[in-house]
């Protein structure tokens, strides 16, 4: 009697995937995916997370009545920068106070968001130049922290060559991301041998680095060193001027430690003479530039200013 054939097994058909696990798969290899968009637009164009600048200038000096001059200025690398000039309403008997402001703004909006600046500046009594960075306002370009390097030292130059400046003449004043402009060029005149009159440094930091780790704990921010640092604690030690810091102790975002870091590193440099002001607010209150601070940089300035002040 012969065998039977085995019979045939029937292979075992899995379940299809679930609505579910389809939407979790999806959804993880959508993040996966983001993360690594983020990542590499990060590495590509950091620049991103330090600069937030505005098109549009919807405010000028008229509003406080103050004439002033628009001024294009080129850069090095052929970048045309807007700008406003706003001469100085000299004392009687004299024809200008012989000092300029070259004020640097934050890395926010543009030069239209800074009318409340200028009116507590005209209070000094010397003229002002206050510009955009490349990509903000009316200026070509896309921010890059090589490229604001280029942009002060272009508009320092226009102080100098196109309207007679001394380097003695020039007060270098920056505040919060501005102020790390400032510093940078400053450190630069200095170490030419032509420091500025001073420097005043507000709300600003010790570097980029340091106050990336704070803003961006969960971002590898070392990475982007080279395409973002401004090492300001090690610029200002190398400022040959009076240097005066101003930052509140309430200030959320940019802490007051990095302040006074950048008194001390000032105080163990180059510097010929050191103050402190200590503002009052957050990071976006207090202003070294309101009337009631104009009395104390006046004075700073006194022992400096070739004629009284206002």
């Avoid at 704990?217 to 005066?244: H, M, Q």
């Amino acid at each position: 009697m012969s065998a039977e054939p085995p019979s045939e097994v029937e292979p075992h058909e899995a379940p299809p995937p679930s609505l579910l696990r389809k939407i979790l798969r999806w959804t993880v290899l959508g993040t996966v995916g983001l993360v690594l968009g983020l990542i590499a637009l990060l590495l590509l164009r950091p620049e991103g997370l330090l600069f937030y600048p505005s098109p549009h200038v919807t405010n000028t000096p008229d509003e406080i009545g103050w004439a002033y001059e628009r001024v294009e200025i080129t850069t090095e690398d052929g970048q045309k920068l807007a700008g406003w000039f706003l001469p100085a309403e000299p004392s009687p008997g004299t024809e200008r106070p012989a000092w300029v402001v070259l004020y640097c703004h934050g890395n926010g909006g543009n030069i239209g968001g800074r009318i409340g600046v200028l009116n507590g500046l005209r209070e000094l009594g010397f003229a002002v130049l206050i510009f955009d960075y490349r990509g903000y306002g009316e200026s070509t370009g896309r921010p890059t922290v090589d490229g604001t390097r280029l942009d002060v030292l272009a508009a320092w130059r226009h102080l100098v060559d196109a309207r007679g400046y001394d380097p003695s003449e020039i007060v270098m004043w920056g505040r919060s991301l501005g102020g790390a402009v400032a510093i940078d060029q400053a450190a630069r005149v200095s170490k030419a041998g032509m420091p500025p009159a001073a420097l005043i440094v507000e709300s600003s930091f010790t570097s980029t680095m340091d106050i990336g780790k704070q803003v961006y704990p969960w971002l590898p921010v070392g990475w982007f060193e080279r395409k973002l640092d401004y090492p300001s604690r090690a610029l200002i030690s190398t400022v040959n001027a009076p240097v005066l810091i101003a930052h509140s102790p309430g200030d959320e975002l940019v802490p007051a430690a990095h302040g006074q870091a950048l008194k001390a590193a000032a105080e163990a440099g180059a510097a010929t003479r050191i103050a402190f002001v200590e503002l009052d607010g957050g990071h976006n209150d207090g202003h070294l530039s309101e009337l009631r601070f104009i009395p104390t940089v006046a004075e700073f300035l006194a022992n400096q200013a070739p004629q009284p002040l206002k």
